[in-house]
């Protein structure tokens, strides 16, 4: 089973910042936070990933909370071609290993 | 190409037939996993492959599934006597496992599979 815990869908305005919140309360000392998105007939794509310190990058920024139950993925101004699902894994980082997926969130951009 | 290719990208057999669905890993990546989608759900984790260690097969559904990876580079996924409920999207992901940094998975484009 997935650990984590995410909405559904989600709506967000062109422009506007996307906020995809993740559940993960049992998540363990040595695993990490993974984003990745899948965009309609595509194959998934990496995002983002951190263990507990708040991260950013080129496409978004985690973040993580102190307790490390719960983290937000941050698309800071997102556009059309960011409707997709988006999937909150959490996994160990330093073995690499399959990739348990949950249902993800749908986010739909609309202009 | 620099990504992971799949092929074919899209295969129709009938029911009971076999079939060998492939996986190019992006070179120099010594970990592949094999993954589905069903219809309207999430995906599936199906074998790992990492360097010459034993596969993880632990997600394949049947003992109709198996996995072969050559050479520790092209990987073929065959399904014998296929079923209808085979039908999905046939996803592959490569990684480069440095053992000592988080892995990033890249995924292929998938090959859609339906058995009539």
């Known amino acids: 089973d997935a650990k984590t815990t995410q909405p559904t869908s989600m709506d967000c305005a062109e422009g506007r910042a996307a906020n995809l919140p993740c559940n993960h309360s049992?998540?363990?000392?040595?695993?990490?936070v993974y984003w990745y998105r899948q965009i309609h007939s595509q194959g998934p794509q990496y995002i983002i990933h951190?263990?507990?310190n708040n991260e950013t990058n080129e496409m978004a920024s985690l973040i993580i909370t102190e307790d490390r139950k719960s983290s937000t993925l941050i698309l800071p101004h997102a556009t059309l071609r960011d409707t997709a699902v988006y999937y909150c894994i959490v996994g160990r980082g330093n073995q690499g290993g399959k990739l348990i997926f949950g249902q993800g969130t749908e986010l739909s951009v609309k202009p | 190409g620099a990504g992971v290719s799949q092929s074919p990208s899209n295969k129709v057999t009938e029911k009971g037939k076999d079939v060998e669905l492939r996986c190019d890993p992006i070179?120099?990546?010594?970990?592949l996993y094999w993954y589905r989608q069903s219809l309207g759900q999430g995906l599936e984790f199906l074998i790992y492959?990492?360097?010459?260690?034993?596969?993880?097969k632990s997600g394949l559904p049947s003992d109709r599934f198996s996995a072969e990876r050559t050479g520790g580079s092209v990987s073929t996924l065959t399904i014998q006597r296929t079923q209808q409920e085979d039908s999905a999207v046939y996803l592959c992901?490569?990684?480069?496992?440095?053992?000592?940094?988080?892995?990033?998975?890249?995924f292929g484009p998938g090959t859609r599979l339906t058995v009539l």
């Open positions: 049992t998540i363990s000392g040595n695993e990490y």
């Open positions: 492959f990492q360097g010459n260690s034993a596969p993880d």
């Open positions: 992901a490569s990684s480069f496992q440095s053992g000592t940094a988080t892995d990033t998975q890249y």
């Open positions: 070179s120099g990546h010594t970990a």
């Open positions: 951190g263990l507990k």
